[in-house]
Nanobody, 116 residues
Framework: QVQLVESGGGLVQAGGSLRLSCTKS????????MGWYRQAPGKQRELVAR???????NYAGSVEGRFTISRDNAKNTVYLQMNSLKPEDTAVYYC??????????WGQGTQVTVSS
């Protein structure tokens, strides 16, 4: 059974930083592609960043250069460092884990609110 537990969300002023963490239990973490998605009120869930088992990363254009995704396989944890936050980054952020077989799992989400 795969479980994802996110932490690190909160309220921050524009220009500030936050670091989200997502710890995965069950099966081999290093085999999974990990990602962060977000969903703002009234909008569809969108990809923020992903990191493959081999460490390749990709980002949404809106966060490129401000956010960094990383993983620590020894701690079964993926991180999202968010710098230069903007009010439009306000959303619920979800951790995603994709198995080598293509099965996906979601965390419960963590709220990020950026005040102007």
């Amino acid at each position: 059974q795969v479980q994802l537990v996110e932490s690190g969300g909160g309220l921050v002023q524009a220009g500030g930083s936050l670091r989200l963490s997502c710890t995965k239990s069950g099966y081999i973490f290093s085999d999974y592609t990990m990602g962060w998605y977000r969903q703002a009120p009234g909008k569809q869930r969108e990809l923020v960043a992903r990191i493959t088992s081999g460490g390749r990363t990709n980002y949404a254009g809106s966060v490129e250069g401000r956010f960094t995704i990383s993983r620590d396989n020894a701690k079964n944890t993926v991180y999202l460092q968010m710098n230069s936050l903007k009010p439009e980054d306000t959303a619920v952020y979800y951790c995603d884990a994709d198995s080598p077989a293509g099965r996906g799992y979601w965390g419960q989400g963590t709220q990020v609110t950026v005040s102007s």
